[in-house]
């Protein structure tokens, strides 16, 4: 069945598509008798509004783009249930593309959401962006655009964080406090900026606490995976016996080191203490369950939305936007993985 055009309706009551549009939009120069009209038949028919069309008078498509390095991570799902509640709000549809930490698919997806002519784009960073040309090619466009998490320093637009530096220092120190003298981390690649921030926060707390750093006990993760956890475990057991702590870089990781611990009968936490980061459901179902670093994914979610729109809005009006960067507080949660002492 085809759509029901302004056209039709025009042709069947005798008037103008120009006063059939008015009356749809409840213009004041059009009778209240001839309104009444087009909208009975306009409800008859099932006429709703070509959506392409009006964009194209409005020049705004109601979309917004969101690129994520995951979908299936539990912070990204809660990040993508934040931004689509408030995009839902507003008469926002929201596009989700995945990068899968490649910076040649990233590229490729921000190509095609300046082609699809979305109203704003929302961010998170690939482990592999080291190259920033197609992000300066959204502010050149001066396309509406956020970061969030794994973002770029040198990018000037909205960001949503949290101070990596400072959650992963006080991670560090809740270990100090329970004992541990000699503390490994497990760390992110080398590009993204919280897995550098989080390796500094764990340099720092080290040495404010007259603790001796040692580069041989930083692991770096190529994909920060489940399985690569379980490897780092075995590895820092067989080079430093000694260890007893562990700072990593993200629950999923972590969880792949407390399994390691329980198939080798390493007790977690009377031999070895470990501590995580942004508080994924599983570091409440592992056994011991997992001490972790808050982070507050849905929130962020929810702010990134609005910066966006707060840009949106401003460009539209024609206004100066400013960009801002919204600071969002973590918290640590202590569970099983680090109690005693």
Known sequence: MKETTLKQIAETLGISITTVSKALKNYPDVSAKTKKKVLELAQTLQYTPNSFAVNLRTRESRTIGLIIPEVVHHFFSNVINGIIAEAEKNGYLVIILQSNESLELEKKQVDLLINKRVDGIIMSLSNESNDDEHIKDIIRREIPFVMFDKISKLINCSKVIINDQKAAFEAVEHLISKGCKKIAHIRGPVNPQNSIDRFLG??????????????????????????????????????????????????????GVIAYFNENNINVPNQIKVIGFSNWFMSQVITPKLSTIDQPS??????????????INQRKELLEFKPKTIELQTSIIERESTLGN
Do not use: R, W
């Not at 849905?298 to 840009?311: D, K, P």
């Open 202 to 255: 764990y340099k720092k707390a080290i040495e404010k606490n007259n603790l001796n750093f040692d580069s041989k006990l930083v692991y770096t993760c190529k994909n920060v995976t489940f399985d690569e956890g379980k490897e780092f475990a075995a590895q820092i057991i067989k080079d430093h016996p000694d260890v007893d702590g562990i700072f990593v870089i993200t629950d999923l990781v972590a969880v």
């Open 298 to 311: 849905y929130e962020m979610g929810v702010n990134s939305f609005n910066l966006l729109l707060e840009e």
